[in-house]
């Protein structure tokens, strides 16, 4: 176990005088049980992070209503997803150093209250531009969330036992976002039409609202250095153009001129920002943080576990209904029985980190991920392919839930509490850039030729392949980490029982 030498400041109590004081509290914290405040914040922060989940999925069944309803042609309607990713996904990593620095509460709060009075606008759109205009201020609303919710959760919660609970909690909570706006999405527009979908998440931004200021404590970092504006312009022009790139990818190929003046954009402002830190006196990111091997290839897995598992039910719900058959609702129930085990997965995955290490678990999520994706291989065409989907996504899912707590776990243990909002901004725009990839990439292999079912099959061979790769090479990067470097990047220290945190 590599021991993190790193003087850390906490928002309350100050600076710590070195590990030893810093693993005392965090045993402390972590043996007590959750009190009903702390019980209430973890509400609070994790049900802010399942509205945004759902944002993410509870519109999608309802576009084709949408379009006609506004008058919005079917070229037009990837917007109305385009126009929530750019923002979310573009300023996470501005808005978590804005967190850091001037009050993470504060930019929670602030986001929420945009994100309300966003879903208010789209609810009572009355043109395409009122409505776009409302999904750009969610995902701008969402960008503060996030970021801010996740450093607030891992700030508050010490490291530990408490935090494996919390985060668990808070990725337990998000998966089952994701896939109960699936179902939600499609049952709520045929009973009540598309603007009840954008009126849920406006009604759980109004639930949380009122509760958030009374209990969330404040928290930055007690130092007020500038903004790095050199690298907040790069970083985010960077993130906003390759975000653009692949969303309009995904239903127009990569040839389009847009797409690929988008894709070289991006790359040339991702590399501009990664000079631009490398001079910067208080950097936008801290250039040795991301050549920590835990926060290196602990996102690498996060990338791999978002993508990958996105595409998968991408391209089940495809096969489904074009191969076999089944109704939107019938659908929806599939996914349905996949939500209710991630939340038997979330409930056990800290109980797994404890024996195992987040690093461990990380790596064997992984591999059972891949393994799961491949046994969908045999789907066919009969009506008994329907059980086995069922079976390889759900449990597949549950794999997917430890992978997401364990990477979030492994690239922010250790990290200073100045840097959290820097830290979890990367895990989120990990998640992000993730959710975004994965069907460009590969789903859209799936309906580039004749045979659906054979094309499901290729983009299943190649995202088991691709997360099975990602688990090895994650597992011997994070063990040749833990064998050369601490997690400040120092020499490694090693106890008596280096296997509940190594791989």
């Known amino acids: 176990m590599a021991?993190?030498?790193?003087?850390?400041?906490?928002?309350?109590?100050g600076p710590s005088t070195g590990p030893s004081a810093g693993q005392a509290a965090g045993q402390a914290a972590g043996?007590?049980?959750?009190?009903?405040?702390?019980?209430?914040?973890?509400?609070?922060?994790?049900?802010?992070?399942?509205?945004?989940?759902?944002?993410?999925?509870?519109?999608?069944?309802?576009?084709?209503?949408?379009?006609?309803?506004?008058?919005?042609?079917?070229?037009?309607?990837?917007?109305?997803?385009?126009?929530?990713?750019?923002?979310?996904?573009?300023?996470?990593?501005?808005?978590?150093?804005?967190?850091?620095?001037?009050?993470?509460?504060?930019?929670f709060l602030t986001g929420l209250a945009l994100f309300a009075a966003a879903s208010v606008l789209a609810t009572v759109a009355w043109n395409p531009a009122s409505f776009l205009a409302g999904r750009a201020m969610q995902g701008l609303g969402a960008a503060m969330i996030v970021p801010a919710g996740m450093s607030l959760l891992t700030t508050t919660f010490a490291e530990g036992p408490a935090r494996d609970r919390a985060l668990g909690i808070s990725g337990t909570l998000?998966?089952?976002?994701?896939?109960?706006?699936?179902?939600?999405?499609?049952?709520?527009t045929d009973l009540l039409g598309w603007r009840s979908t954008m009126g849920l998440l406006a009604l759980c931004a109004l639930v949380v609202l009122p509760l958030?200021?009374?209990?969330?404590?404040?928290?930055?970092?007690?130092?007020?250095?500038?903004?790095?504006?050199?690298?907040?312009v790069t970083v985010t022009g960077g993130?906003?153009?390759?975000?653009?790139?692949?969303?309009?990818?995904?239903?127009?190929?990569?040839?389009?001129?847009?797409?690929?003046?988008?894709?070289?954009?991006?790359?040339?402002?991702?590399?501009?920002?990664?000079?631009?830190?490398?001079?910067?006196?208080?950097?936008?990111?801290?250039?040795?943080?991301?050549?920590?091997?835990?926060?290196?290839?602990?996102n690498l897995g996060g990338l791999v576990t978002f993508s990958m598992m996105?595409?998968?039910?991408?391209?089940?719900?495809?096969?489904?209904?074009?191969v076999l058959r089944l109704s939107a609702f019938e659908t929806g129930l599939v996914f349905g029985v996949q939500g209710v085990l991630s939340v038997v997965a979330g409930s056990y995955t800290p109980k797994v980190i404890a024996r195992l290490g987040a690093r461990r678990t990380l790596v064997v999520s992984l591999a059972g991920q891949g393994v799961l994706v491949a046994a969908l291989l045999g789907l066919g065409d009969g009506g008994w392919?329907?059980?086995?989907?069922?079976?390889?996504?759900?449990?597949?899912?549950?794999?997917?839930?430890?992978?997401?707590?364990s990477y979030g776990l492994t690239v922010t243990s250790g990290v200073p509490d100045r840097e959290q909002g820097l830290a979890t901004g990367l895990v989120t725009s990990t998640q992000q850039v993730g959710l975004t990839v994965g069907i460009p990439l590969l789903g859209v292999l799936a309906t580039t030729g004749d045979d659906l079912?054979?094309?499901?099959?290729?983009?299943?061979?190649?995202?088991?392949?691709?997360?099975?790769?990602?688990?090895?090479?994650?597992?011997?990067?994070?063990?040749?980490?833990?064998?050369?470097?601490?997690?400040?990047g120092g020499p490694a220290v090693e106890q008596a029982t280096p296997a509940k945190d190594g791989v």
């Open 3 to 13: 021991i993190d030498t790193t003087p850390s400041t906490s928002p309350s109590t």
């Open 31 to 107: 043996s007590a049980r959750l009190s009903a405040r702390d019980r209430l914040i973890l509400f609070v922060l994790c049900a802010a992070q399942f509205m945004v989940a759902l944002d993410f999925s509870v519109l999608n069944v309802a576009l084709p209503v949408l379009g006609a309803d506004l008058g919005m042609s079917p070229s037009a309607l990837q917007w109305a997803v385009t126009a929530f990713a750019l923002p979310s996904g573009g300023f996470l990593l501005l808005f978590g150093r804005i967190g850091d620095l001037y009050g993470r509460r504060k930019l």
């Open 174 to 188: 998000m998966s089952l976002g994701f896939t109960i706006g699936m179902v939600a999405g499609g049952v709520l």
């Open 212 to 232: 958030a200021p009374a209990l969330l404590p404040e928290s930055r970092t007690p130092e007020r250095p500038r903004l790095d504006v050199p690298g907040a």
């Open 239 to 298: 993130l906003l153009a390759l975000i653009y790139a692949l969303t309009t990818a995904a239903e127009h190929g990569f040839g389009g001129a847009d797409v690929l003046t988008s894709l070289v954009a991006g790359l040339v402002l991702l590399t501009a920002f990664v000079i631009v830190e490398s001079r910067a006196d208080a950097p936008l990111v801290s250039l040795p943080m991301l050549r920590r091997r835990t926060v290196a290839w602990g």
């Open 310 to 322: 996105s595409t998968v039910v991408f391209v089940l719900t495809l096969y489904l209904q074009e």
């Open 385 to 405: 392919s329907v059980w086995l989907a069922t079976a390889a996504v759900s449990l597949a899912s549950m794999c997917h839930l430890g992978a997401i707590i």
């Open 453 to 488: 079912l054979s094309g499901v099959r290729t983009v299943i061979a190649l995202d088991a392949g691709i997360v099975l790769v990602a688990a090895v090479l994650t597992g011997l990067g994070l063990r040749a980490g833990s064998r050369r470097t601490g997690p400040d």
